[in-house]
């Protein structure tokens, strides 16, 4: 039960069933995990729709999703209680009778035999679907999913409505083996990227790039900021996966020479890993003398991997640098202490952190702000690093602000 795609496209949404999920008492992860299966597959999803257990919503948007989308994924509703409305929503949408399946209804009273258990009556109706559905076992739970082709977003192109259960455990399974492979004809191959950047805010990257982040354009370039750190994502639709996967080298090339040494890394990597991996591959080892504005969390993230001990010279965590010491002391203090420092211990590099000070901003707002330093033998940088809000927040950023000044001074050395 495969869909014929027109176009370069294919356009997939997702409706999610359940007043659980519209109240808030759950939270709904299935249409996350559908979102990425789907664009593996190389479909678009253009929508997610959360939906109370209120048949005429449902009917309504079923017969809208389909005239917009080729592939239409339901995840909820399936269960044997009264408000489990999907099979009914379904056949009521498309104007056709329910009927009870046979080869289900075996499936359901085999199950609840194999547990020793008696089949509640209500259990019946899991085995019903539209007349020109196909159902779709399941051999993860009771409620066997659906398949329907009904008219879609034009009279070239049909829809496919796949309803799963709505419990991950059954969802997913299901997903994989079964509902899949009638998803596999997209037409479309995608290659996707992630590019991990820091020291740029989204809009002065988005400058930057000037165009590659241009909407309608392919590869697409997407970025979403989340804790200081930039992250691109490129998104390649093509015929074919070799020239899906040149399309998105091409932009990744073009993506690392705009923004430079802002770029760190791929995927899901993090600045303190790949800081870490440097001081590794280089033999050299870093000291950390961290004050408030940072408050140990360098030292705890470059402690997260095995190998911290060869990189990792000495740490200390100082609430107070010594009385008196303020920002505008801070950084000649902490040269002379790194000068003294340095001819004692045989580490190459130190990370600091200074006290923190909170300011007034114009408006009233209270600006944390505070500084971090990179220390060889020979000199200290420092940077400034000031925001409002969450005190956690401000540490992390000043942590990689600290972190990206030692990671760009390795690469450097490295390309030499």
Known sequence: MGIARMGTTAHAEIIAIGTELTCGSKLDTNSQWLSRELESLGWTVMRHTTLPDELDLIIEELQRAAKRSQAVLITGGLGPTLDDLTREAMAAAFHQPLVRDAESLQRIEAMFTARGRPMPAR???????????????????TAPGILLKVPGPNAQQDCLLAAMPGVPAEMRPMFEHLIRPHLLDSGIQMCRTVIRTFGYGESEAERLLDGLTARGRNPEVGITASEAVISLWITARAASAETARSLCTETELRIRERLGMAVFGEGDAELHDVTSDLLISSGQ??????????????????????????????????????PGCSLDTWPQFARDLMTGYFRSHSCKWALLSSPVEDQQAPGGVSVR??????????????????MSGNLAIFRQRAARTALNMLRKRLQSARSV
């Open 285 to 322: 080892s870093v000291a950390l003398l961290e004050g408030a504005v940072t408050g140990g969390q360098i030292a705890m993230w470059l402690t997260e991997k095995p190998a911290a001990a060869s990189v990792l010279h000495e740490s200390l965590v100082l609430p107070v640098w010594e």
């Open 123 to 141: 259990n019946v109706v899991q085995a019903d679907r539209p007349e020109q559905a196909t159902a779709v076992r399941n051999d993860w739970g």
């Open 369 to 386: 702000r505070g500084m971090v330093a990179l220390a060889s033998a020979d000199e200290l940088e420092t940077a400034d690093v000031s």
